[in-house]
T-cell receptor, first 111, second 112 residues
Framework: NAGVTQTPKFRVLKTGQSMTLLCAQD?????MYWYRQDPGMGLRLIHY???????AKGEVPDGYNVSRLKKQNFLLGLESAAPSQTSVYFC??????????FGPGTRLTVL | RKEVEQDPGPFNVPEGATVAFNCTYS??????FFWYRQDCRKEPKLLMS???SGNEDGRFTAQLNRASQYISLLIRDSKLSDSATYLC?????????????FGKGTTLSVSS
């Protein structure tokens, strides 16, 4: 099992550009999450999904959109990137309320 | 007041030392508690869950005090490989879904 995978691993964008981060899991988990991690801030939840076709806002959802069209995939979109969105983005999945399994992260820089 | 607070450290200890990390949480309705470990430039991974009666996993002992809203992690006989950032994590009962609230982490550096 690959667990949770994320693509791309690194990306540099210019302000105003758009991009989509892809998260995939092969553990048949119902729940999936997107977090961002910034120095001195800890991990903060952006959006999450409790099942295929459902999404919900987390703590810091502004400037991001998500979609969960297939159970195994959770996409995070930035429609118009801003320097404040420079961060490390982690995707995670869980079977229920227990352990969350994280992907390796995507390092995004917005210039 | 932040929901989950930890001493950021760094804690610098020699091999073989015992070290303890503390964490406080603000929401008394919190349901579940965890310690995650994060190595430099890597993803967080679950170290152990924290149960009300306290629990031990090898050299690691976790304690929970609901009355004081306090969680601790004790590492005995520290190894070089224990060097990492330790994240105190709480799941809030009043949040939809199963989102976790992370502390900012405590950094441990074990030296030979």
């Amino acid at each position: 099992n690959a667990g949770v995978t994320q693509t791309p691993k690194f990306r540099v964008l210019k302000t105003g550009q758009s991009m989509t981060l892809l998260c995939a899991q092969d553990m048949n988990h119902e729940y999936m999450y997107w977090y961002r991690q910034d120095p001195g801030m800890g991990l903060r939840l952006i959006h999450y999904s409790v099942g295929e076709g459902t999404t919900a806002k987390g703590e810091v959802p502004d400037g991001y959109n998500v979609s969960r069209l297939k159970k195994q995939n959770f996409l995070l979109g930035l429609e118009s990137a801003a320097p404040s969105q420079t961060s490390v983005y982690f995707c995670a999945s869980s079977l229920g309320a227990g352990e969350q399994f994280f992907g390796p992260g995507t390092r995004l820089t917005v210039l | 007041r932040k929901e989950v607070e930890q001493d950021p450290g760094p804690f610098n200890v020699p091999e073989g030392a015992t070290v303890a990390f503390n964490c406080t949480y603000s929401n008394s309705a919190s349901q579940s508690f965890f310690w995650y470990r994060q190595d430099c430039r890597k993803e967080p991974k679950l170290l152990m869950s924290v149960y009300s009666s306290g629990n031990e996993d090898g050299r690691f002992t976790a304690q929970l005090n609901r009355a004081s809203q306090y969680i601790s992690l004790l590492i005995r006989d520290s190894k070089l490989s224990d060097s990492a950032t330790y994240l105190c994590v709480v799941r809030m009962a009043n949040q939809a879904g199963t989102a976790l609230i992370f502390g900012k982490g405590t950094t441990l550096s074990v030296s030979s």
